[in-house]
């Protein structure tokens, strides 16, 4: 409601839901033939326009209308003047972070953790001396692309440090607009209150960028084309690597937010021991 109020000077749900409903009839009841014509029919001109247009192309390198319209099947519209992102009644992140998390979680004598190994380096290691292996790197990777590349969208990072106390009040801000090239900033003192150095601030800029095999691949791109492989490399993964748990979004080629990820652990753990 805030924003619709700063955008229209509305001030009631209705008065909102009016404007919206008032805005999607440009298209006459037409079936959304695209993304730009799918978002317009769940929220009309101007929140597309402002919102979703440009942060959509930039996130996906390509115009509103040649992206497909299933991408967004549903944009969640909440009539309440709560600026929280979502519903959750439980929202925020461990103290201290996930790292301290996993790193207590792992601090066990029967865990021996080592980082900077390339799995593939050592596959072969890995699959002759353990039972089960629980892979959560690129599920195509794994079997050397025999079926083919699934794609990925990746992101360039480009962080500073500044000289003053609290550079935008907020953990996170997202440009939606076309011309701003990041999609958002972090403010990384902003996660854990009352933490860090005062007159100093380090920020994030956001950059999406297009993914080739040896950058790192944060998004899978889920259309019919990618599912439809993913599905093809879970056969071959039941036939030809049975010892192998793929987990999270790369092994599962699914856009997955924390809380989902932790989720779909603890069902994989359920299925292992319950069967
Ligand atoms: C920019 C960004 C912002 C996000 N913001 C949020 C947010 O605000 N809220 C939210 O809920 N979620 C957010 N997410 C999603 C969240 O980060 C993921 O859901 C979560 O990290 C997925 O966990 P995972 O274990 O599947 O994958 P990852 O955390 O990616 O873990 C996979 C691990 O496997 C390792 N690995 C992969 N291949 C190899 C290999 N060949 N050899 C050795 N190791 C390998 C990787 O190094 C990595 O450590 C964000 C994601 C991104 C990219």
């Given at each position: 409601m805030n924003t619709f109020n700063k955008l229209?000077?509305?001030?009631?749900?209705?008065?909102?839901?009016?404007?919206?409903?008032?805005?999607?009839?440009?298209?006459?009841?037409?079936?959304?033939?695209?993304?730009?014509?799918?978002?317009?029919?769940?929220?009309?001109?101007?929140?597309?326009?402002k919102l979703?247009?440009?942060y959509?192309?930039?996130?996906?390198?390509?115009?509103?209308?040649?992206?497909?319209?299933?991408?967004?099947?549903?944009?969640?519209?909440r009539?309440t003047y709560d600026n929280n992102y979502f519903?959750?009644?439980?929202q925020g992140i461990?103290v201290?972070g996930?790292?301290?998390?996993?790193?207590?979680?792992?601090?066990?004598?029967?865990?021996?953790?080592?980082?900077?190994?390339?799995?593939?380096?050592?596959?072969?290691?890995?699959?002759?001396?353990?039972?089960?292996?629980?892979?959560?790197?690129?599920?195509?990777?794994?079997?050397?692309?025999?079926?083919?590349?699934?794609?990925?969208?990746?992101?360039?990072f480009e962080t500073e440090v500044l000289d003053e106390d609290n550079h935008q009040g907020n953990a996170v801000v997202n440009y939606t607009d076309?011309?701003t090239?990041y999609t958002r900033i972090i403010e990384h003192k902003h996660f854990e209150f009352g933490k860090g150095e005062e007159g100093k601030t380090v920020i994030t800029r956001e950059?999406?960028?297009?993914?080739?095999?040896?950058?790192?691949?944060?998004?899978?791109?889920?259309?019919?084309?990618?599912?439809?492989?993913?599905?093809?490399?879970?056969?071959?993964?039941?036939?030809?690597?049975?010892?192998?748990?793929?987990?999270?979004?790369?092994?599962?080629?699914?856009?997955?937010?924390?809380?989902?990820?932790?989720?779909?652990?603890?069902?994989?753990?359920?299925?292992?021991?319950?069967?």
């Amino acid at each position: 409601m805030n924003t619709f109020n700063k955008l229209w000077g509305v001030v009631t749900p209705q008065e909102a839901m009016d404007k919206i409903n008032e805005q999607k009839s440009v298209l006459n009841g037409k079936t959304p033939e695209n993304l730009e014509e799918q978002a317009i029919s769940l929220v009309g001109t101007d929140i597309y326009e402002k919102l979703v247009k440009g942060y959509t192309e930039k996130q996906w390198g390509r115009k509103a209308t040649e992206l497909p319209a299933f991408i967004i099947r549903r944009l969640p519209v909440r009539l309440t003047y709560d600026n929280n992102y979502f519903n959750d009644n439980f929202q925020g992140i461990p103290v201290g972070g996930y790292t301290q998390i996993v790193e207590k979680m792992l601090d066990h004598e029967n865990i021996t953790v080592e980082t900077g190994v390339d799995f593939f380096d050592k596959k072969d290691e890995y699959m002759n001396d353990y039972d089960k292996v629980l892979f959560t790197g690129m599920i195509d990777q794994f079997f050397n692309y025999e079926l083919g590349e699934l794609e990925y969208r990746s992101l360039r990072f480009e962080t500073e440090v500044l000289d003053e106390d609290n550079h935008q009040g907020n953990a996170v801000v997202n440009y939606t607009d076309a011309k701003t090239p990041y999609t958002r900033i972090i403010e990384h003192k902003h996660f854990e209150f009352g933490k860090g150095e005062e007159g100093k601030t380090v920020i994030t800029r956001e950059y999406p960028a297009d993914w080739k095999r040896g950058d790192e691949p944060y998004y899978p791109v889920n259309n019919d084309k990618n599912n439809t492989l993913y599905e093809q490399y879970k056969e071959l993964a039941a036939k030809k690597a049975r010892n192998v748990i793929f987990g999270g979004r790369l092994g599962q080629y699914r856009y997955y937010n924390m809380d989902q990820v932790i989720a779909a652990a603890l069902e994989a753990v359920n299925e292992e021991f319950e069967g």
